[in-house]
């Protein structure tokens, strides 16, 4: 079993009040979408839309998990998921305050977010200060434009 340093609980994501029109403007788009593709005979894609379409009306409506985050002699913990710092390049510390971002050497998942809630920044660089250099790290564009549009 390995040292705790900090923990604290977090939501997995911030939560976004989404109204009717949000729900309206994503279903008119993809009814456009799914529409188009049946004419062009792509059923497939059609088919993929409108899974797609229905997943994310689905989260966008469940509220965010409560995970608890743990910063370990052996790696960054939040949830059931372990990041080593093995595969860590870096972390920084953004939006005042409220967002710890770990940089990972992961293709699929360069940028982790984590929230930060009732825990001091200072206390959580003191410690990942010991093990991953902080770095210049700056959310994805994409990432911010997703935001913007309610995602």
């Known amino acids: 079993m390995s040292k705790v340093f900090l923990t604290w609980e977090a939501p997995e994501y911030f939560p ?4 009717s029109d949000w ?5 008119i788009i993809s ?30 409506k469940r509220p965010p998990e ?3 985050v ?14 080593p ?3 860590l390049k870096g972390y920084a510390i953004k939006d005042e305050g409220h967002v710890l971002l770990l940089q990972s050497s992961s293709i699929l998942n360069p940028l982790i977010p984590i929230l930060i809630m009732n825990t001091d920044p200072e206390k959580i660089h003191a410690v990942l200060g010991n093990y991953l250099n902080e770095e210049d790290i700056d959310i994805p564009l994409s990432q911010k434009i997703l935001e913007n ?3």
């Not at 976004?16 to 109204?19: A, G, I, L, P, V």
């Not at 729900?23 to 279903?27: I, N």
């Not at 049946?38 to 009306?57: D, E, G, K, P």
């Open 16 to 19: 976004k009040e989404r109204n």
């Open 149 to 151: 549009l309610g995602f």
């Open 66 to 68: 409560i995970v608890k």
């Open 23 to 27: 729900f309206w403007a994503v279903g």
């Open 70 to 83: 743990q910063i370990t002699e052996d790696g960054v913990r939040a949830g059931k998921t372990i990041y």
């Open 31 to 60: 009814a456009a979408i799914i529409v188009t593709s049946i004419l062009l005979n792509n059923l497939l894609l059609a088919i993929f839309f409108f899974i797609a379409t229905f997943s994310i009306f689905m989260y966008a």
């Open 85 to 87: 710092y093995s595969m």
